[in-house]
């Protein structure tokens, strides 16, 4: 799977500062100026269209859940190449967590659902 991201837009707000100064010499030393300007803009951004943004989270969970599920299909393909090849995480070890529900079907009990139906009651 490639790289993909989503990004939804949501509404923002920013403030931006600002600071100007200004220095005025001229040639005569009487006439200095200097002039210092500051302020500060805000805006708000809000989406008109509600419904691209309910789709755009719709698709990012969607995203979640899709990476979620191929790092869990690796992790357990991983582990389950370690047991093939006789190995485990040693116990208490940092990564001994990603592997311990990684059990091989030949040590899971085996259930057998058994059929009581008695067939001579039936008529056929």
Known sequence: MG???VSCNGPTMTFSPFWLASENKPYDPESYARGWNYG???????PLNGSLTEQCKS??????ETLRLEYELTRVSRCAE???KGF??????SFE???HDVVPIVLQPIKVK???TNYDDHPN
């Open 3 to 5: 790289k993909l991201s």
């Open 40 to 46: 500060a803009q805000l805006n708000f951004m809000v």
């Open 59 to 64: 698709m990012a969970i969607r995203l979640e």
């Open 82 to 84: 370690l047991l093939k």
């Open 88 to 93: 485990t995480l040693r116990e208490g070890s």
């Open 97 to 99: 967590h990603l592997c």
């Open 114 to 116: 058994v059929n009581t």
